[in-house]
């Protein structure tokens, strides 16, 4: 590895939601001098504007074949050290990662993921199988999450690291 890890996050979210917004306390405060963030975006619109202030690479690619080509050529000119993704959505775009040995971390948020509105249990549990095997590294955000994914045919052990509080918000206003 270079001098700086070079991360690549998956967002595929067209709205801000909690996981979003966690993510955005975390790359606000990751050292930027250890590591280098690309976002890519699967959409333009509110979620890559919410991003946009932290002063790193966004890519937005909303054609799918087209983002595949894309991960596969960073990859091999060796610009990706590390993948991060927090959806079944990003699938695909883990299996190209993995298939080239890139680390991948996967950051379960929700109890209630969109999968669980559009597939059946057992579609369910092999994506969480899927997740599973693709996944150098678990992480959750809580212990009911942890035990959802557990339960759903997590093997390995999944961290719980929870969620951040944005302590700018509580900052105490200088007086003038």
Same mark, same amino acid.
């Given at each position: ?5 070079? *991360? ?11 996981? $979003? ?27 890559? $504007? ?6 790193? $690479?966004?890519?937005?690619? $909303?054609? @799918? ?5 894309? *991960?596969?050529? =960073? ?29 991948? =971390? ?6 209630? @993921? ?50 951040? *509080?944005? @302590? ?9």
């Amino acid at each position: 590895m270079r001098g700086k890890c070079n *991360i690549l996050f998956l967002i595929q979210s067209d709205f801000v939601g909690g996981a $979003e917004v966690v993510l955005h306390i975390l790359l606000s405060r990751l050292d930027k001098m250890k590591f280098k963030c690309i976002l890519l975006f699967y959409k333009k619109g509110k979620t890559s $504007e919410y991003f946009s202030d932290l002063g790193m $690479e966004c890519i937005v690619i $909303e054609d @799918t074949s087209r983002r595949l080509q894309f *991960i596969k050529k =960073v990859v091999l000119k060796g610009k990706i050290d590390m993948g991060y993704f927090y959806s079944f959505l990003n699938l695909r775009e883990a299996i190209v990662m993995k298939s080239f040995k890139i680390p991948l =971390v996967f950051h379960g948020h929700n109890l209630y @993921t969109p999968a669980n509105k559009i597939c059946s249990f057992r579609q369910r549990k092999q994506i969480f199988r899927a997740i599973d095997c693709l996944a150098d590294q678990v992480i959750t955000c809580s212990k009911a999450v942890k035990q959802q994914f557990k339960g759903m045919a997590f093997y390995r052990q999944a961290k719980t690291i929870y969620n951040g *509080i944005d @302590t700018r918000r509580f900052l105490l206003k200088k007086k003038v």
